[in-house]
């Protein structure tokens, strides 16, 4: 079998990891892979958005099955042109990765299929928008309709902080023009969980949820990230909770899919606040969570493969999915500057003398250069570890975190704790 898996990050690491594992012979391509993934996997050259061209890559390379990292190629629809061309695609079709590509979208679907969500209001206009903002109460979350790579979201504490951000959205256009709409919310307040299912639109398998943390700094401070460690299961998860999130969550956004035919096929992540009230949704994700899949799928003891292809196929009611009761834990190590700025073409050293540890080692920002791994990008490395308690992983993966180095290194001392 051939599979190919699109994108660069420590989540495509994670992917190409477990389906080697779970299947010695097959054989996988990555586009464009990393540093690590070149060890499992030929790396092809292409930009993940160049969609036409990776269908051709996958028909010269006779690819059986493609699974998507990213949003980005799955919001400009991918999985429709290779689903047109008859090629096997594992990753929802444009229409369905709406829910993740627009906000709005989501929310509108939310509030249509009696979703918990946040109270809000959508605005088209900056004139519009200020109108909203003087009925609301402080503080209140305002959000870019379209994709942001995880900078369109703020927490607005007052009027004049609310205000600013509309401007740099309509007037400074720091999103650029591709939607003209944001939403404005109300500001929950609890402790936010990832929640992830395989789904088929008929049925649904979940994911042990995950803990991720967005801040750069210890103890939430800084600017938001892409993700900078995380662990499963989190805290404050159990059985109890797990079935009302499924009950008011999961089946109703299972049965809208059905009525407003939207045909899903993949992952679908919900980003989760669990208030005092019960579970809320933040936000939909397409796709599987980085850094969530560097805890997830290293407690999967099913078959990914299996999965994959039934969601494909909309026969995932034959599968069943099993999970390690292990504890899991990683932490992501950073270029100097991210998440702003940052530096690149530092060598990686100590990869060699980590290797007896305990710990398996995802790359993401990682380039092969001269027979050296180089950085080339802002979140680098992550280090996932196993343990029966989080103490114990947490032990093995700062131990491996200390001693890999390079310049600028930096990533956060809290993961695990609470
Ligand atoms: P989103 O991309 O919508 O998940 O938002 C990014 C982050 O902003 C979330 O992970 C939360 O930390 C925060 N956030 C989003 N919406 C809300 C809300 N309604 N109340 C409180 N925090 C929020
Ligand atoms: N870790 C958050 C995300 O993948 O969107």
Known sequence: MKIMVIGSGGREHTLVWKIKKDDRETELFAVPGNGGIYEIAECIPAKTNHSEHIADLAIKNNINLTVVGPE??????????????????????KKAAKLEASKSFAKEFMKNNKIPTADFEITDSYDKGIQILERRVFPCVIKYDGLA???????????????????????????????????????????????LIFTDTVDFLPM??????????DNDKGPNTGGMG??????????????????????????????????????????????????????YNV???????????????????????????????????????MKSLCV??????????YETDKEIK????IENLDVILFHAGTKRENGKILTAGGRVLSITAMGNTFPEARDKVYKAADIIDFEGKHYRKDIGLE
Do not use: H
């Open 230 to 283: 995380c662990y499963s299961p989190p805290s404050l998860f159990n059985q109890e909770l797990e079935k009302l999130i499924q009950k008011n969550i999961v089946f109703p956004t299972i049965k809208g899919l059905q009525k407003e035919n939207i045909d899903y096929r993949g992952v679908l992540y919900f980003g989760l606040m669990i208030t005092k009230k019960g579970p809320y949704v933040l936000e």
């Open 149 to 195: 790579a995880g900078k369109g979201v703020m927490v607005a504490n007052n009027f004049d902080e609310a205000i600013d951000f509309l401007e740099k959205i309509y007037r400074d256009k720091i999103f650029g023009d591709k939607s003209n709409k944001v939403i404005i919310e109300d500001c929950l307040d609890g402790r936010e969980i990832s929640y």
């Open 332 to 341: 992501i190590l950073a270029s100097a500057g991210y998440p702003g700025k």
């Open 287 to 325: 796709r599987f969570g980085d850094p969530e899949t560097q805890v997830i799928l290293p407690r999967m003891e099913s078959n990914l493969i299996e999965i994959m292809e039934a969601v494909t196929e909309q026969s995932l009611k034959k599968c069943s999915i099993r999970w390690s009761k």
């Open 72 to 93: 980005l190629p799955l919001a400009e629809g991918i999985s429709d042109i290779f689903q047109q061309k008859g090629l096997k695609i594992f990753g929802p079709i």
């Open 350 to 353: 100590g990869l060699k003398e």
């Open 208 to 217: 042990v949820p995950a803990k991720d943390y967005k801040r750069v700094f």
